[in-house]
């Protein structure tokens, strides 16, 4: 089973957060250094002559791994990039409505505010209840705040700031029944969660495979329906836009840019499978859940969730100086962890990976007892 030492993540600190930027594991990191070596070694034969058939390769595996199309899929930088593909390419009219909840990542929100302002479209954040109750009734809810003029749902799978898994197959096909579309970002859902785009059923999926899926930084991808092609707009504009190419030509190349983390991706899914990464995930599922027990019980909170997280879970904190908490987690006690405010409550959120043990836990626990009572 992989350790602290399969990664490169420095001995003399504990890392809780690996949902912000993972962490490659050093096979994984080898095979991407070659690629970029390769690059550098003949850079015309790498970009001009091999680029379209290494993309073309890459591309197959991830749609295998993610039970889609290669032909539906992108490679992007990140999440960010493909969900501002993805809205910036929308037809929207004054008035329109564009669903989503107040759980969503920082930078979404704001993409969300520079759509609206250009469209004159309105932003509808559902409130949602905590703590989670169960998936029918977070259905149920979500959609209630929809009307006649929701044109587009954009949700995530796994949520930034709470951490909870949202049932985003349940609501792409009740909004595909209603003739919405739904644009996922599933910025944490790769490697975090067995993901099937298939079954989901997303008009548009975002994701990142720099973060749990454990790939170079620099990768990530936007899957789109078949039928949705021919209106998505590149961010960049470059020599695949010709009359005669298709979603991918259009979108896979803008310009001078290393490829590497793009082609490194294979080599991080044959590391996962190589290290019974189920096993992994469960382990790692079960040391988050352990924390949320603990400091629950200490200081008497209310989780924001029994069981809707994976190996990233937000816990509640008393009323505290976040900032300060977080500034002294890490210069006094070595903690790489978040500390915050989402909702008006002090929170932690902690990333468990495949590298954390149970004495990471247990001197983050004790550290907070010293910081916070």
Known sequence: MPTHADFLIRADIIFFNHGSFGACPRPVFERYQAWQLKLERQPIEFLLRNRASLMAEARARIAAYLNTSAEDIVFVTNATSGLNIALRSLRLQPGDEILTTNHEYGAVNRLLEFVAAKTDARIVPHQVRLPYESNESFVDAFFADASARTKVIVISHITSPSSLIFPVEGICRRARELGIMTIIDGAHAPGQLVLDLAAIGADMYSGNFHKWLCAPKG?????????????????????????????????????????????????????????????????????????????????????????????????????????????????????????????????????????????DIAQLIAALEALIG
């Open 219 to 359: 990768a990530g991808f936007l899957q789109v329906r078949p039928e949705h092609h021919a209106m998505i707009e590149p961010l960049v504009i470059s020599h695949g836009w010709c009359e005669g190419n298709g979603f991918v030509e259009r979108n896979e190349w803008g310009g001078t840019r290393d490829i590497a983390p793009f082609l490194t991706v294979p080599a991080a899914i044959d590391y996962l499978r190589d290290n019974n990464w189920n096993k992994v995930r469960a382990d790692c599922h079960r040391l988050a859940a352990q924390a949320q027990t603990q400091l629950c019980d200490r200081y008497g909170l209310q989780p924001f969730s029994r069981n809707q997280f994976a190996q990233m879970v937000t816990i509640p904190l008393p009323d505290c100086d976040a900032a300060k908490v977080k500034t002294e987690l890490y210069d006094t006690y070595r903690i790489e962890v978040p500390v915050g405010s989402f909702g008006g409550q002090c929170g932690i959120r902690l990333s468990v990976q495949a590298y954390n043990t149970t004495d």
